[in-house]
């Protein structure tokens, strides 16, 4: 069983904050301060350019991108880390249009996050491309025989909406066409299966549930089946089969090391590594399990004591990520109140309250003062959107 009171105590978090936003940002965990000062100290310091071999900063993408492995599904050596999500999206969309020639369609859906269809949006006009857009529950009757590459995310950051990565994928190859999943809002939140469900590409951040900090960089992986044949076409030096022979041509490395682009941030990447040691030991069958349990209790908790917030989210347990959203006409002065009474969640346009559940360090003490406080702002009413706008302007 994994020891979730053991995981709590590794984070930093600050006294008297019930904290429910790590889905947007992961808290500190009290080692990766430590590692870094330490890096900055022995390496950086002392071994100046000799640290890239010396003290492993040039193999350390894959080196964490193997610890991320174990967390969605993915065999060693088949996760590189590196640049932000954005550019993980671009990297493995134009790789996946590139396997699929004589098609140009991509779908998506509107539960998606923005970046991702922006993305998409510039790669098809430059590609040649459509992008099509439907609902998320008319994702799976729009995959037809047209289509090239279907890119989800498969929990939706407002609401947190489950996608079936298995079924979805099964779908988009009956076609004839690839998948790629957007994990954001999945690594280290839910039980993902990328093998198992036999997707094509996968990419996601690491400053929201794993806890890297802010601008840690994201990762991609590729099904083994297509890594020696995906051509990124973001395609730099560090991702050359040779990156010191400094040749003229582009030569894409072996593998998953071909979605390296340049520099890694090895700053960024020690603390995000520090950060992983939490998850050592941690069954992502028990996450899972834990996760439902705080959800399930925060849903009803609110249902019973605030009956005016609708929720937003799937009522089926199987068919939600780690977060709830309640929608409230006043939703942003509300959240506003509840963050001044030491409860952080956030808003999402138009009108959801959002309470990221995170069982490292999220408890049912967290779930039941979250309640309270929620229930207490509703009631006294304190939430006038004209204070709160007064008040945003002077501080
Ligand atoms: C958080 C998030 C992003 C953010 O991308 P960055 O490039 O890291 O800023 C992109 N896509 C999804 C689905 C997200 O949830």
Known sequence: MTDFTKTRAAFDLPQGITYLDGNSLGPMPAAATRRVARMMAEEWSQMLITGWNKAGWYVQPRKVGDRIARLIGAGAGEVVMGDTLSIKVFQALSAALALRPDRRVILSDSGNFPSDLYVAQGLARAMGATLRVVAPEEVEAAIDDNLAVLMLTEVDYRSGRRHDIAALTARAHAAGALAIWDLAHSAGAVDVDLLGADADFAVGCTYKYLNGGPGAPAFIWTHPRHAEAAEPILQGWMGHAAPFAFD????????????????????????????????????????????????????????????????????????????????????????????????????????????????????????????????????????????????????
Request: charged share 25%; glycine share 8%.
């Open 248 to 395: 003229q041509e582009y030569r894409p490395a072996p593998g998953i090391e071909r979605m390296r682009v340049g520099t890694p941030p090895v700053i960024a990447l020690t603390a995000l590594d520090a950060a992983l040691d939490v998850w050592d030991g941690v069954s992502m069958a028990d996450l899972r399990a834990r996760s439902v349990e705080l959800t399930e209790a925060f849903i009803s908790g609110v249902e019973v004591n605030c009956p005016e917030l609708r929720l937003a989210s799937p009522r089926d347990p199987a068919m939600r990520g780690s977060q709830v959203g309640f929608r409230h006409p006043h939703g942003y002065a509300v959240m506003q109140a509840l963050i001044a009474g030491g409860v952080i969640g956030d808003f999402r346009a138009p009108d959801i309250l959002r309470f990221g559940f995170a069982p490292l360090y999220n408890d049912l003490d967290d779930v039941a003062r979250a309640v309270d406080v929620l229930a207490r702002v509703l009631r006294d009413g304190n939430w006038d959107d004209e204070v709160f706008h007064q008040k945003a302007a002077v501080t």
